[in-house]
């Protein structure tokens, strides 16, 4: 599945438009995660206590997705 904010942006593009959609950190993946010390973050995925992506992505980071939408045939 694909989150709701990309796909609102996507639907509004038209072929071959360009586009940078800007999803709120809540939006993008719900919750946020700050680990002190930092370098504890990685070992907490592993054990499936925070959430992998929090590993490579900063608390309250706000997504930004450059986009281009092209018709791709599957002829």
Do not use: C, H, W
Not at 15 to 33: C, D, K, M
């Amino acid at each position: 599945s694909i989150m709701s904010g990309l796909e609102a942006g996507l639907l509004e593009m038209e072929l071959t438009e360009r586009s940078s959609i800007i999803i709120p950190s809540i939006y993008g993946y719900g919750e946020s995660v700050f680990v002190v010390p930092s370098y504890l973050k990685q070992d907490f995925a592993d054990l499936d206590i925070i959430p992998s992506y929090a590993v490579k992505v900063a608390p309250f980071e706000v997504l930004v997705f450059d986009t281009q939408l092209l018709n791709i045939s599957s002829n």
